[in-house]
């Protein structure tokens, strides 16, 4: 079936140790998105990549940067964790047009000791 | 103010029951509009797609007001299996900037 995986599923790392999240896609999508989720809290978007053209929210921290090698990898690369970045990490692609659905990965889950 | 901005509820209501929910958005600009749902732990998936005209999915009834900039969903004959989370979710900018709102959590009883 097609989809999209996320790597791990849960992480832990400490306070200021780089951690990197990882997404592939099996749907051959053009777009790749990264949200950051805390509890009880709405999707957050923090960036977007159209094929290779890297799309970064106003409002996203220099601590998070992103890479997308191919088609169907894209990777969430934190540089120095604090406990606020402690979330539930959402992987999603979509197609290109007005109504495109998204399809979310599972998540992965960092936790910041 | 929110960009969108939904009932956090939660909406604790018996099996059989009709539900509404509402969600409002502050970007006239805004182009696209989604329902999601959110299942504990789980990743968002598509409920359905809101149109202008308004659209059904057998028990779900989306409905767009863009002169509000209100969108609503509602469901009826609520089932055990509804229970989740609904998102409102609006794009704008060609479709890439997506913006969730907060969810209203539904409690479906027996």
């Known amino acids: 079936d097609a989809m999209v995986i996320q790597n791990p599923r849960y992480q832990v790392t400490q306070f200021g140790k780089p951690v990197t999240l990882s997404c592939s896609q099996t749907l051959n999508h053009n777009v790749m998105y990264w949200y950051q989720q805390k509890s009880s809290q709405a999707p957050k978007l923090l960036f977007h990549?159209?094929?290779?053209?890297?799309?970064n929210e106003a409002d996203t921290p220099d601590n998070f940067q992103s890479r997308r090698p191919n088609t169907s990898f894209c990777f969430l690369d934190i540089r120095s964790p604090g406990l606020g970045d402690a979330a539930m990490y959402l992987c999603?692609?979509?197609?290109?047009?007005?109504?495109?659905?998204?399809?979310f990965g599972p998540g992965t889950r960092l936790t910041v000791l | 103010r929110k960009e969108v901005e939904q009932d956090p509820g939660p909406f604790n209501v018996p099996e059989g029951a009709t539900v509404a929910f509402n969600c409002t958005y502050s970007?006239?600009?805004?182009?696209?509009f989604f329902w999601y749902r959110q299942d504990c732990r789980k990743e968002p998936k598509l409920l359905m797609s809101?149109?202008?005209s308004g659209n059904e999915d057998g028990r779900f009834t989306a409905q767009l007001n863009r002169a509000s900039q209100y969108i609503s969903l509602l469901i009826r004959d609520s089932k055990l299996s509804d229970s989740a989370t609904y998102l409102c979710?609006?794009?704008?900018?060609?479709?890439?900037?997506?913006?969730f709102g907060a969810g209203t959590r539904l409690f479906v009883k027996a």
């Open positions: 979710v609006v794009t704008n900018t060609g479709g890439f900037k997506t913006i």
């Open positions: 999603a692609t979509s197609g290109l047009g007005e109504y495109n659905e998204q399809f």
């Open positions: 970007n006239s600009a805004s182009q696209s």
């Open positions: 990549y159209y094929d290779k053209d890297f799309n």
């Open positions: 809101v149109y202008s």
